[in-house]
């Protein structure tokens, strides 16, 4: 609704007169036209956004792969550990049926077997 008000004589309108809705719904607001925000920023703040973006998303996978290759790190030492206790148990084994020396020759030429296969 309009607000009317006395200046210098006549009546003047402080706000428009939408008039009633079609279909009822008063309590509605006004409704505007539809209008894209997307042209709204420039070339170049578009493509600073992207860089910073870019920049942040190299940054992430640089700590992920560190923080992978810490884990690969670890995995390993453990495995490298269970291998040598493994094979220090089966020593020890061979040492309680036979003699210290053929043990050791053992060893000598696992390690020469090894090498040349590797």
Excluded: C
């Amino acid at each position: 609704m309009s607000v009317m008000t006395e200046k210098g004589g006549h009546l003047t309108s402080t706000t428009p007169f939408a008039g009633t809705r079609r279909n009822g719904k008063q309590w509605h607001s006004q409704r505007t036209a539809f209008r894209l925000k997307a042209g709204t920023t420039s070339w170049d703040k578009r493509m600073e956004a992207r860089k910073a973006h870019s920049a942040l998303k190299a940054k992430e996978k640089e700590m992920k792969d560190e923080k992978e290759a810490e884990r690969e790190r670890r995995i390993q030492a453990i495995k490298d550990k269970r291998a040598a206790k493994e094979k220090r148990e089966r020593y020890e084994k061979m040492a309680e049926k036979m003699h210290r020396k053929r043990v050791e020759r053992l060893k000598r030429k696992e390690k020469r077997n090894k090498l040349l296969h590797s």
